[in-house]
C-alpha cells in the first residue's frame, strides 16, 4: 500500500518502519505473550522497554548527566501549569512571547506566579522574534521562558539565548514540542525544556521533561504530587502509571533515529541535515513563486513548520482539494492564522516534500 504524506501538525505522522514493528508487536511483544499495552508498568518486560527508551533519548539529545529525564503526561498545555508550579516559588517568572503557544504559556503561569513580559513579537503578527538585547529580563526571575518553536506562527529560534550574556541568571525553559530531535540542543544555555511528544517522536499521551537536577525539589505545595518533578525523577517515572503505549512508541522511534544516516552523520544530527533540505526545497519553491507566500523573517522560519498562503485565497478550497486528491494532506493551515501549513517533521521523507512542491508548482501553473 502505497501511504498518503500526512502534513498534520500533530498528532502527525510517525515513520512507516515504527508502525510496522508496533503492529507486529500488538499481540506479543518479544515472546512475552503479552501486548505492551497490557504490561504492568512495574514488570520486568516494561521497565526494559522504558529503561531502553530514556538511554536512547538522552544518547540521541546528548542530555548531560546532571539532567533528569521524565516522563509525564498532560501535553505542552499541561506543563504551562506543571512549569510554574515546579518552579516560580510563587516569584516573578519571564516570558518571551513569539506566537500562539508561548502567549498561551505566559497566560497560565499567572495563575501561579507573577507572569511578565519580557519582550513580545506581537508588533510584527508573531513574524519575527523582538532582538534577545532588547529584552527586559528582572533581576530576580525565577526563570525565564520561551517557546523554540511555534508551531502555528513557523517562528523558530535558530540558536537559544544565552541568559548569562544578557546579564540575567536565571534558568532558561523552552517548550520544544515541535522540534524536539529535529536538531540538537545546547543544554548549556538550558535549565528545564519539555514538549508532547504527538509531532516528532510519537502519539498524543506522552510528554518529555528535560530537567536540570538543581531545579528540582522547589515545587509549590500546591502542586499535585504527581506533578512535582522531583517526585516522577525519584521514582522513575513511575509513581503513577505512566502513558506506557507512548513510551513503548517514543522507544521505537529513538531507534529509527538512532539508524539514520545522512552521509557521515548519524542520528539527530542527519535528522537536522534532512530538515534543512526539505526547509529550503519548500521555502525556496514559495519565494520564487507568484502564487504563495511566507511572511516569517527569514533569520527565524521553522524548518518543521511551514505556513504559506496564496495571493488569491478565493483559491484555497481549490488548492486543498487538489491536493488531497494527489494524497497531500492536512495541509490547511490553523484557523488563527489561516492560510495552509506544512509541517515536515523528522517522520516527512524529502519526497515527500518534492510532492507537495510539484503539486504546487503544477496548481500555480493552472491557476494562472
Not at 516559588?89 to 497560565?108: H, I, L, N, R
Not at 510584527?124 to 538585547?133: H, I, L, Q, W, Y
Not at 545522512?262 to 529550503?280: Q, W, Y
Request: charged fraction near 20%; proline fraction near 5%; aromatic fraction near 10%.
Amino acid at each position: 500500500m502505497t501511504r498518503p504524506y500526512n502534513f498534520s501538525a500533530g498528532p502527525a505522522a510517525i515513520p512507516e518502519e515504527v508502525l510496522q514493528q508496533a503492529a507486529a508487536e500488538m499481540l506479543d511483544w518479544q515472546g512475552s505473550g503479552m501486548g505492551v499495552m497490557e504490561m504492568s508498568h512495574r514488570g520486568k518486560e516494561f521497565i526494559s522497554i522504558y529503561e531502553a527508551a530514556e538511554a536512547d533519548l538522552r544518547s540521541l539529545l546528548a542530555v548531560p548527566p546532571n539532567f533528569k529525564i521524565l516522563f509525564m503526561q498532560g501535553g505542552g498545555l499541561a506543563e504551562n501549569a506543571i512549569v510554574p508550579l515546579n518552579l516560580s516559588q510563587g516569584g516573578a517568572v519571564d516570558f518571551v512571547v513569539t506566537g500562539s503557544w508561548s502567549q498561551k504559556s505566559f497566560k497560565e503561569a499567572g495563575k501561579y506566579a507573577s507572569n511578565r513580559l519580557a519582550a513580545s513579537g506581537e508588533a510584527s503578527n508573531f513574524t519575527s522574534v523582538p532582538d534577545a538585547a532588547s529584552w527586559k529580563l528582572g533581576s530576580d526571575a525565577a526563570y525565564v521562558h520561551l517557546c523554540s518553536n511555534e508551531t502555528i506562527h513557523g517562528v523558530e529560534f535558530q540558536q537559544l539565548p544565552d541568559l548569562k550574556a544578557l546579564g540575567c541568571n536565571a534558568p532558561l525553559v523552552i517548550d520544544f514540542s515541535s522540534h524536539v530531535a529535529s536538531r540538537p540542543v545546547d543544554w548549556s544555555r538550558v535549565g528545564l525544556a519539555f514538549g508532547g511528544a504527538q509531532k516528532n517522536i510519537g502519539p498524543a499521551g506522552l510528554t518529555i521533561v528535560i530537567v536540570r537536577e538543581d531545579l528540582l525539589g522547589r515545587a509549590l505545595p500546591v502542586c499535585p504530587t504527581a506533578f512535582d518533578y522531583k517526585t516522577v525523577a525519584d521514582n522513575q517515572s513511575m509513581f503513577n502509571t505512566p502513558p506506557t503505549w507512548g513510551i513503548y512508541m517514543a522507544g521505537l522511534t529513538f531507534q529509527w533515529l538512532q539508524r539514520q544516516t545522512e552521509g557521515s552523520l548519524t542520528g539527530v544530527a542527519a535528522m537536522e541535515a534532512r530538515n534543512i533540505a526539505k526547509a529550503e526545497l519548500l521555502y525556496g519553491y514559495i519565494d520564487a513563486s507568484q502564487l504563495y507566500a511566507n511572511k516569517v523573517d527569514k533569520a527565524y522560519r521553522s524548518r518543521m513548520n511551514v505556513p504559506f498562503l496564496l495571493r488569491d485565497e478565493s483559491r484555497n478550497d481549490a488548492f486543498l482539494a487538489g491536493a488531497k486528491a494527489r494524497g497531500l494532506l492536512q495541509l490547511k493551515g490553523h484557523k488563527s492564522v489561516g492560510g495552509m501549513r506544512a509541517s515536515i517533521y523528522n517522520a516527512m521523507p524529502l519526497a515527500g516534500v518534492q510532492a507537495l512542491v510539484d503539486y504546487m508548482r503544477e496548481f500555480e501553473r493552472t491557476s494562472a
